[in-house]
C-alpha cells in the first residue's frame, strides 16, 4: 500500500517534444507529490510539487497532471531539451503526524536526443 | 542558495566496521532526513529526525542504524556494524517543516568490503 508505482522505466524523446512520465499510488493518505530530477553523481532536486486539491500545476516547461480518483499523477515536460536529460523520480507522502518520508518510485531514465 | 552539504563525498570500510556519515542541513530547516539508493534502485527512507529525536523511522533503519545531532549544524548517520548489503548512496535531506520541500544532499557512496 505504500508503494509508488511509476513508469515507464526509460523514455526516449527528441529535442522539442513532449516528455511524459506516469505514477500510480495506493495510500489514500498520500497528500503531498513531488517530482524529483536528478543528474548522474548528485542529489535528487525538487522540480515539481503538487497537493490534491488542485488537478494541474504549472512551473515553465514542468507541469503536473494530478487525478485523484484515479490515485494517479503525471509529469509532462514540454519543449523537451538535451540538458533536461537525467532520471526523474515521483514520489508521495502524507502530511498526518511526523515527519513522514518521500516513498519514491523506481524512476525513469530519461534521454532527449537532439 | 542554501544547500545541504554531505562529507566524505565516497567511504570505503571494512565489513564489521563502524561508519559517521555527515551532514549539514540548510541552517533554518527544522527537519532532517536520511536515505539510501542501492545501486540501480530506488530512493529509500531511512528516518526523519526533529527536535533531536527521531521522529518516523522506516523497517530498514533497524538497531544497526542511529542518528545524532551532536551540535547546532551538523546531523550524522551511524552505522554501528557496517554488512556487505548496506553498500549505497546515503543522502541527507533537509526541509522547513514536516510536509513540503526536501533538499538533498549529493550524497555519500559507501562501499563496503
Known amino acids: 500500500q505504500q508503494q509508488v508505482k511509476q513508469s515507464p522505466q526509460s523514455l526516449i524523446v527528441q529535442k522539442g517534444g513532449i516528455s511524459i512520465i506516469n505514477c500510480a499510488y495506493e495510500?489514500?493518505?498520500?497528500?503531498?507529490f513531488p517530482w524529483y530530477q536528478q543528474f548522474p553523481g548528485k542529489g535528487p532536486a525538487l522540480l515539481i510539487a503538487i497537493r490534491p486539491d488542485v488537478s494541474e500545476k504549472k512551473e515553465g516547461r514542468f507541469t503536473i497532471s494530478f487525478n485523484k480518483s484515479a490515485k494517479q499523477f503525471s509529469l509532462h515536460i514540454m519543449d523537451s531539451q538535451p540538458g533536461d536529460s537525467a532520471t526523474y523520480f515521483c514520489a508521495a507522502t502524507d502530511s498526518g503526524g511526523g515527519a513522514d518520508g518521500l516513498t519514491f518510485g523506481k524512476g525513469t531514465h530519461l534521454i532527449i536526443q537532439p | 542558495e542554501p544547500e545541504v552539504t554531505q562529507t566524505p563525498s565516497h567511504q570505503v570500510t571494512q565489513m564489521g566496521q563502524e561508519v559517521i556519515l555527515r551532514c549539514v542541513p540548510i541552517s533554518n530547516h527544522l527537519y532532517f532526513y536520511w536515505y539510501r539508493q542501492i545501486l540501480g534502485q530506488k530512493v529509500e527512507f531511512l528516518v526523519s529526525?526533529?527536535?533531536?529525536?527521531?521522529?518516523?523511522k522506516s523497517e530498514i533503519f533497524d538497531d544497526q542504524f542511529s542518528v545524532e545531532r551532536p551540535d547546532g549544524s551538523n546531523f550524522t548517520l551511524k552505522i554501528r556494524s557496517t554488512k556487505l548489503e548496506d553498500s549505497a548512496m546515503y543522502f541527507c535531506?533537509?526541509?522547513?517543516?514536516?510536509?513540503?520541500?526536501?533538499?538533498f544532499g549529493d550524497g555519500t557512496r559507501l562501499s563496503i568490503l
Open positions: 529526525f526533529y527536535n533531536n529525536e527521531i521522529s518516523e
Open positions: 495510500n489514500t493518505a498520500f497528500d503531498y
Open positions: 535531506a533537509s526541509s522547513v517543516g514536516d510536509v513540503g520541500p526536501q533538499h
